[in-house]
């Protein structure tokens, strides 16, 4: 079935430096591929999405970049602050229908000072 | 204010003792839609809907039901709990995964089935 992987399941951070997580999609047909982060307790939220006709999105510190060939796409975020410490969460839809998402097994990040 | 609202927000309860998770939102969204977050396996989508008597399987269905006799409303039973539906539950509504808006989430409903 359709499938998407999350890496690395936690990562640690110096406070300023980039952070990077990766994930891959089994299903080629998927065109819609949005992040969302949680805060420890709280809802999920969305954070940056990006849509299959497009390579690459950037918002201030945050940015995804999709390869639809290799079938993975990035979050990207830079400068880091103590309040990006959260889990990070990529998903992938739009394959069998436009309202079924598969999400990855979600990213710990945390921020050293 | 917008708002998903989830009621109870914590059930402990037992094998065989059916509950319904109440889910409403008040922003006149045709998606809505039930997950389940368990530690290690992110959110896991259990059904979706895209309007009013239209519902569809998510990932993981099994053991669920729901159903859309009012927009604002999307309730998820489960006839005969059983512990490995022990979960945190989220519902989320949108104007569409396809649309420019975002899903909104609940605050999640944290059930424990003994």
């Known amino acids: 079935g359709e499938n998407v992987e999350q890496h690395p399941s936690t990562l640690s951070v110096q406070e300023g430096d980039s952070a990077v997580i990766k994930c891959t999609y089994s299903?080629?047909?998927?065109?819609?591929f949005p992040w969302y982060k949680q805060e420890l307790g709280k809802r999920p939220q969305l954070i940056i999405d990006?849509?299959?006709?497009?390579g690459e999105k950037k918002d201030q510190r945050i940015a995804v970049t999709l390869n639809k060939t290799a079938k993975h796409f990035s979050l990207h975020i830079t400068e880091t602050q103590p309040e990006d410490s959260a889990v990070y969460f990529c998903?992938?839809?739009?394959?069998?229908?436009?309202?079924?998402?598969?999400f990855g097994s979600g990213t710990r990040l945390s921020i050293r000072p | 204010e917008a708002q998903v609202t989830q009621n109870p927000r914590y059930l402990i309860t037992v094998t065989g003792k059916k509950l319904t998770v109440t889910c409403s939102q008040n922003?006149?969204?045709?998606?809505m839609s039930w997950y389940r977050q368990d530690p290690g396996l992110g959110l896991r989508q259990i059904y979706y809907s895209m309007n009013v008597e239209v519902t569809d399987k998510g990932d993981v269905p099994e053991g669920y039901k729901v159903s859309r006799k009012e927009k604002r409303n999307f309730p998820l039973i489960l006839e005969s709990p059983s512990p490995n539906q022990t979960s945190l539950y989220f519902c989320?509504?949108?104007?569409?995964?396809?649309?420019?808006?975002?899903?909104?989430f609940g605050d999640g409903t944290r059930l424990s089935i003994l």
């Open positions: 299903d080629s047909a998927s065109n819609y």
């Open positions: 989320a509504s949108g104007r569409g995964l396809n649309s420019n808006q975002p899903q909104h």
């Open positions: 922003m006149n969204h045709e998606y």
């Open positions: 998903a992938a839809s739009g394959y069998s229908s436009a309202s079924k998402i598969i």
């Open positions: 990006i849509r299959s006709n497009v």
